[in-house]
């Protein structure tokens, strides 16, 4: 059962446009959210998170968006560039009480931004 | 400051064997968690090691373990190896504090035959 759904395999946009990568979770005691991307043969990289107190997160380009009541989670890249091509993953924690968290990944969103 | 270093980067094993894969975390950074890539299943959670203690556990069966040295670095073993144990084996290290950002090294790529 996926706790975790990133229901578009792949997205394709035009340079200098907006991407928007979408991610729905299940559980509500996750607490903690991150998006990472991932090029070929390289370990996931984190881009930007966002905790349950906030609705929304900025850093440059991107921005993640919060809907608690929906449980859906979403990453807007603006403008998009052609390095922006990746994998791009959702995350999601709860906070442990061990003081650590373990991550649960969506499957991943290709993106390719078309130049 | 060095990245996320994993040993080796590709391992070819048969049904049956045991492999040892190694992670060197990033200096200064007392946590490692481990993480299964598959294409079916996606990136999965293996467990996480604090200052030498297993601290989080995925659900994995009992094959797949790990220990945390004093230095940090860390070892995954998987033993009698089955077929779909073949994935990307990713390990990631933070200074271990709940919203402590995880830095992924490049993997090992196991096959197994």
């Known amino acids: 059962d996926q706790q975790v759904k990133q229901n578009s395999p792949s997205l394709s946009v035009q340079e200098g446009r907006i991407s928007i990568l979408n991610c729905d979770y299940t559980?509500?005691?996750?607490?903690?959210f991150l998006w990472y991307k991932k090029y070929p043969a390289e370990g996931p990289t984190f881009l930007i998170s966002?905790?349950?107190?906030?609705d929304k997160n900025e850093d440059g380009r991107f921005t993640v968006f919060l809907n608690k009541s929906a449980k859906h989670l979403s990453l807007h890249i603006v403008p998009s560039q052609p390095g922006d091509s990746a994998v791009y993953f959702c995350?999601?924690?709860?906070?442990?009480?061990?003081?650590?968290?373990?991550?649960?990944f969506g499957k991943g969103t290709k993106l390719s931004v078309i130049p | 400051k060095a990245g996320v270093t994993q040993t080796p980067r590709y391992l070819i094993k048969t049904r049956g064997q045991q492999v040892t894969l190694s992670c060197s975390p990033i200096?200064?950074?007392?946590?490692v968690s481990w993480y299964q890539q598959t294409p079916g299943q996606g990136l999965q959670f293996l467990f996480e090691?604090?200052?030498?203690?297993?601290?989080n556990k995925g659900n994995f069966p009992g094959r797949f373990s790990g220990r945390q040295f004093s230095n940090s670095r860390s070892e995954m073993n998987v033993s009698t190896l089955e077929l779909g144990d073949s994935a990307l084996y990713l390990c990631?290290?933070?200074?271990?504090?709940?919203?402590?950002?995880?830095?992924f090294g490049p993997g090992t790529r196991l096959t197994v035959l």
């Open positions: 559980n509500s005691m996750f607490d903690y």
């Open positions: 966002i905790s349950s107190i906030k």
């Open positions: 990631a290290s933070s200074l271990g504090r709940p919203t402590d950002t995880q830095y």
């Open positions: 200096s200064g950074h007392r946590s």
């Open positions: 995350a999601v924690s709860p906070y442990s009480g061990a003081g650590s968290y373990q991550l649960t």
């Open positions: 090691y604090f200052s030498e203690t297993q601290r």
